[in-house]
């Protein structure tokens, strides 16, 4: 009897233990933050920001930074957006990476940003197959001019910069 009693109690513990496995849901990969940056190029559900195409699927999330959420077609060139993804990101160049959540970033500040990126795309654009990525902006208010530096996808052995005038809109230099 006392032998049956221990099996039974063996195997209860094996039950239990073997009940214990961690679920898919504990073995998804963390979420990291890309690098804040702004759009330059939106196709087939990809978002390119700086030197990362983000794939946008059914799962992502799309909210501007008061929690409203928006549309992949809400999305648009030169939006300045922080990026989320799940999983690492390719060694490739651009690398690729699963966005989990897109934040468009639609402060003052911002939005401003994005009138002087979107002007400098535009000018420097000959061509819609042209891709261009936006390594650094900077505004300099005593000057009345946002500096951007950009470098071209086809191109990527140098960068060149982009002046515009923060309250027009309009290119002052392109080097």
Known sequence: ????????????????LGSCQTSDWNKR??????????????????????????????????????????????????????????????????????AELILVLTDEESLAEQRAVTAALDHVSEAESQRFIVLEVTHLPSEHVYTIEMMNRSNMDSSFMVIVEDVTGEILYLK
């Open 29 to 98: 990969e963390d979420i990291d933050k890309g690098e804040v940056g702004f759009i330059t190029d939106l196709d087939d559900k990809r978002i390119l920001i700086k030197g990362t195409y983000y794939k946008v699927n059914n799962h992502t999330y799309i909210q501007d930074q008061h929690g409203l959420n928006l549309d992949f077609s809400d999305l648009e060139v030169g939006m300045k957006v922080k990026p989320w993804h799940r999983g690492g990101v390719t060694e490739s160049f651009p690398g690729k990476a699963e």
């Open 1 to 16: 009897m006392k032998k049956m009693v221990n099996l039974y109690l063996y195997l209860l513990v094996v039950c239990i």
